[in-house]
């Protein structure tokens, strides 16, 4: 087995074995919780930027499969676990983690102590690495790379170039909605088409008007990488979107998006939300629900305007927002997942939140 190795910022080096490409990725080492669902994770674009450690120690037990792809490619830069299985077995495999990692280009690393590299990212907080296989091995100015990187034009990088639209899959098509992609799970258009929604997926820098010039119903508003602040040209837009009246649902940074776009403000967490676990209160039915995450910013629930908004979701191990409503205006947002892909899918009732929006701009229950 080759060598490979991982060089934290820190000056903290782990040595493993190679899984998947051969060569050298800088990135920001994050972790992520979840005991399954590694497929969904690789191919989710709000992973650009990021090598992600999973805390599970077996990963690629069942393999991959063409369908619980997330988006058109693997996303991440580098991929870390304990012990990458060598032989999936599972009906639906038709590739092993191995081959889907050589196939995609992403440098994998096994065999290390994924606990320490975990407590390390949490007590320091997430930190830059240079992930390399052996015969990579990183020059001095590569090492300097590393620890100056940053992920920015992150939304630009994983945005679709053209719209494309996605009939309903429910017996009768109830609404059209217009799906704004940041870097969109591709199971949130599953679940609107289920639920009699037409989704035009758009481009993220679509022009307000024409989103509404388009005869939509909803706008929803995607999960996606990188920095919110960053994304000033949506954010400007999105104060247009709201002043419409139309119903808007924003998902993670959707979510991030809409808060600022009203004032509110984001930080960059210390180790972030990732995983399947995490409970989350809706405040408002007074219920907690477990609740898939990705995230490493987060919303400053004290920064929410209260004569616009109000924090409709808190988490319950740290008492981080994760959820907006707005007062006026038919929009609401959640920083988790309810699309799940992975996860526990308690919250999909948000979606049917969504489609009653809809139904109520029209009259009532299409
Ligand atoms: N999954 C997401 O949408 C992530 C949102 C944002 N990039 C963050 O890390 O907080």
Redesign the pocket.
């Known amino acids: 087995m080759k060598k490979a190795y991982l060089l934290l910022a820190d000056g903290t080096l782990f040595e493993g074995v190679s899984v998947g490409a051969e060569g050298a990725s800088i990135a920001e080492i994050v972790f992520n919780t979840g005991m399954a669902g590694y497929q969904e994770v690789l191919t ?1 674009p ?1 992973y650009y930027g990021q090598s992600v450690c999973m805390t599970y120690p077996l990963i690629g037990n069942y393999g991959l499969n063409a369908e619980d792809f997330e988006s058109r490619k693997c996303w991440v830069s580098g991929f870390i676990m304990r012990e990458a299985c060598a032989y999936p077995s599972n009906w639906r495999c038709d590739r092993s983690l191995d081959e889907y990692l050589k196939s995609e280009g992403i440098v994998g690393l096994a065999g290390i102590d994924t606990r320490r590299l975990t407590r390390i990212l949490r007590n320091s907080g997430v930190m830059n690495g240079i992930l390399y296989s052996e015969g990579y091995e990183p020059t001095k100015q590569q090492i300097a790379e590393m620890k100056a990187y940053k992920v920015t034009n ?1 939304v630009k990088t994983v945005t679709i170039s053209e719209p494309k639209v996605y009939p309903t899959t429910a017996e009768t098509q109830k609404h059209r909605v217009a799906l704004l992609d ?2 969109v799970k591709r199971n949130i258009r599953r679940e609107l088409c289920a639920r009699g929604c037409e989704v035009t997926v758009l481009p993220a820098y679509t022009k307000p008007e024409d989103i509404l010039n388009g005869g939509y119903d909803g706008i929803m508003l ?7 602040q960053e994304n000033t040209e949506i954010i400007e837009n999105l104060k247009v979107l709201i002043k419409s009246g139309m119903p808007i649902f924003g ?4 979510h ?1 998006l809409l808060a600022l776009s009203i004032g509110a403000q984001t930080k960059k ?1 210390t180790f ?1 939300h990732r995983g399947v676990n995490h409970p989350v209160k809706d405040l408002a039915h007074d219920r907690t629900y477990i609740t898939s995450q ?5 919303v400053l629930g004290e920064t929410v305007n209260p004569d616009i908004a109000r924090v409709s979701h808190i988490n319950i191990n740290d008492n981080t927002c994760e959820g907006i409503e707005h007062l006026h205006a038919p929009i609401f947002t959640v920083q988790y ?1 309810p699309e799940v892909k992975p996860g526990p899918e308690d919250t999909a009732y948000l979606f049917d939140q969504f489609i009653a929006l809809m139904d109520e701009k029209k009259g009532g229950a299409q």
Request: aromatic share 8%; net charge negative; proline share 8%.
């Open positions: 989710d709000s992150a940041f870097g995607s999960n996606g990488p990188g920095d919110p998902i993670c940074l959707g991030q967490m972030g990705n995230h490493g910013y987060a997942h």
